[in-house]
């Protein structure tokens, strides 16, 4: 599939791992596309929050101040690669004076100290989730994995992503979809 002779561009779409995709990192995750082109594609995901970083840990590790409401709250595993970068993906409503990237409609993505210190301040964005690490792919491996049905694709929506526990997440996407969870199979076929 190449985007530039016409095929889809995911980006701001939800990848969900199927059933049987051989890679732990990956069982049931959910991906939220944050760039996708013919030169490969990052995604974050989006519903395996860290079992041992909370953000309170992780504010002061990098020495920003921040409140107990924040004390509870996990940081995710945004995926297997740069495991030590930070992402946050969020609402539309923060702008980050650095870098601020528009993914799609309803979320943006910041990858600079700057909002982690406005979250830690109480004026961050309404809506997001922190990140260390993220989901990537070399130029035609992702489209190489949907051919062989390693991901399903679904519409991403702030409800989706924000707003359902990590738990439910998966079966949320394909529900989505219209996909019962029940019948999916770890054998892909062609028709």
Same mark, same amino acid.
């Given at each position: ?12 779409? @939800? ?8 890679? *732990?990192?990956?069982? %049931? ?15 974050? @995901? ?15 590790? +990098?020495? @920003? ?6 004390? +509870? ?16 993906? %969020? ?16 979320? %943006? ?20 989730? *922190? ?20 991901? +399903? ?27 019962? *969870? %029940? ?9």
């Amino acid at each position: 599939m190449d985007i530039a002779t016409g095929a889809t561009d995911l980006t701001g779409k @939800i990848l969900i791992a199927m059933p049987g995709m051989g890679d *732990a990192r990956f069982e %049931h995750a959910v991906v939220y596309l944050c760039a996708h082109s013919d030169e490969g594609a990052m995604g974050l @995901i989006i519903n395996k929050p860290s079992g041992d970083v909370t953000m309170a840990a992780l504010l002061e590790q +990098l020495s @920003i101040d921040s409140g107990p409401e924040l004390e +509870l709250l996990h940081v995710h595993f945004g995926g297997p690669v740069e495991t030590g970068r930070g992402f946050v993906l %969020h609402s539309p409503d923060y702008m980050s004076g650095l870098t601020t990237l528009q993914v799609a409609d309803g979320f %943006h993505m910041t990858g600079t100290l700057d909002v982690l210190e406005t979250i830690a301040r109480g004026d961050g964005p309404a809506q997001w989730m *922190a990140m260390l690490g993220y989901a990537g792919w070399g130029a035609g491996q992702l489209e190489t994995e949907l051919a062989q049905n390693g991901w +399903l694709v679904c519409d991403a929506s702030p409800e989706l992503v924000f707003d359902i526990a990590d738990a439910s997440k998966w079966e949320a996407a394909l529900n989505s979809m219209g996909v019962p *969870a %029940h019948q999916l199979s770890a054998e892909g076929g062609t028709a």
